[in-house]
Every structure is written in C-alpha cells, then in structure tokens.
C-alpha cells in the first residue's frame, strides 16, 4: 500500500527557534498533501491544505506566516514552524492523497513537537 | 464549511460485545465518509470507508452504515476483542482530490477483559 514518511519523529526545540518537518509520499505522487495537528486527547485538526507548486490553503484561525507549508515536489511538503512558543508543541501529522484513488489519503506516522 | 459531530466520546463494552458509534454531519456535499483508528502516539489507520451511493458495507467483524437524509453515519463493531481498545474517528469529505477530510471528536473503546 503507500506509504508516507515523516522526519523527524521527535524534535524538542528552545522556544523562539524554527522547526522543520518533512512529509514524503515514498511510492506514489501526492498531488495533495494536509497538514494536521492533533492536541493530547483531541481529534485532528486541518491546518492546511497544499498541492504541488502552489500556494497552501490555510484553514481558518492558522496562521500562515508562522506555519510555513512548502510543497515543491510531488513526493515532499515541508512544514517549518516559525519561531515556536511551548503553546505549538503537539502531534503534528501529514498526509497525502494520490492521483489514482482521490478519496484516500494516507496518513505518515507524526512528529512530536515539545517547545522548552 | 463541513462540520462533523461524533458520539460517544468514550465507549467501554465487555469483550465479546458489539460497540456502535455515530457521527452526523452538516454538508451534504459530503459524499465520502471513511473510518479510523488510533494508537497513542500513532497515525490514524483507515479500518473502513462508505460511499454515498451505498447504504452498508461490512468487513469482517466491523461495518458501517449511512442514511444520506437523516447525515448520519454509524460504525458497528461485533463480538469486539482486547485489541479494538483505540480512538475511533470518523470523518466526512466531498472525495474531489483537492478536497479535506474533516475529522469528528473522536471515541475511546475500552473492551473489558
């Protein structure tokens, strides 16, 4: 089936540092990949929506200058998160949805993110 | 926007019962309604997903049904074992490839021993 890959899976960080998490698609191309951020005991939330060479959709209430989302290829996004305060740390998780079956998306296996 | 509300929030049933949870949704654009499970500290698995053109569909000990009039949409778990204890989420989509996936609230299923 496909998979999708994260790194790191781990990251504590000083506060006011940038993180940068990567999400790839290892054996199909995503042509849309989501970001999500899931609270201790709390569902996931969207954060963002990007497809390939452009710009990302930012759900409502996320701030896209402090969660900067890059997808420069069909295989990798990227999300940096921008001078982190101990409110960001959480469950960050991607996911990407191929060409071949729309409906499904593939979840990768998260980044724990403590801010200090 | 699409809004997804999903009940109950915790659900313990002895093993060997049958464990149902229901979600509603608000857009009836929705036309893609998938299932998950999740481990502490793990990604969400798919375990099943329903179309709109169908009204059941059924995988081994695990089915799911949908009234499209009522946007309401249940997972059923029969004779349920040790390893079903997770948080289930439900989720609907419109299924265009640029569309999301938005999540319900989330069920913990305890199974006691």
């Known amino acids: 089936g496909a998979v999708v890959s994260q790194h790191p899976s781990r990251v504590i960080c000083k506060s006011g540092t940038s993180v940068k998490i990567e999400c790839r698609s290892l054996?199909?191309?995503?042509?849309?990949m989501f970001w999500y951020r899931q609270f201790p005991k709390q569902s996931l939330m969207l954060m963002a929506t990007?497809?390939?060479?452009?710009?990302?959709?930012?759900e409502q209430g996320v701030e896209k200058d402090k969660f900067l989302i890059n997808h420069a290829s069909l295989t990798l996004s990227t999300l940096t998160v921008t001078s982190a305060h101990p409110e960001d740390s959480s469950f960050y998780i991607c996911?990407?949805?191929?060409?071949?079956?729309?409906?499904?998306?593939?979840f990768g296996p998260g980044t724990r993110l403590t801010v200090l | 926007g699409e809004n997804v509300e999903q009940h109950p929030s915790t659900l313990s049933v002895q093993e060997g019962d049958s464990a149902v949870i229901k979600c509603t949704y608000s857009?009836?654009?929705?036309?893609?309604f998938p299932w998950y499970k999740q481990e502490l500290g793990k990604r969400p698995q798919l375990i099943i997903d329903i179309r709109s053109n169908v009204g059941e569909k059924k995988d081994q000990r695990i089915a799911v049904t949908l009234n499209k009039t009522a946007k309401h949409f249940s997972l059923h778990i029969t004779e349920t074992q040790p390893e079903d204890s997770a948080v289930y989420f439900c989720a609907a989509s419109t299924g265009s490839s640029a569309s999301k996936i938005i999540f319900g609230s989330g069920t913990r299923l305890s199974i006691r021993p």
């Open positions: 054996d199909f191309q995503a042509t849309t």
């Open positions: 857009d009836s654009a929705s036309n893609y």
């Open positions: 990007s497809n390939e060479g452009s710009k990302a959709t930012y």
């Open positions: 996911s990407a949805r191929g060409v071949s079956n729309a409906d499904t998306q593939y």
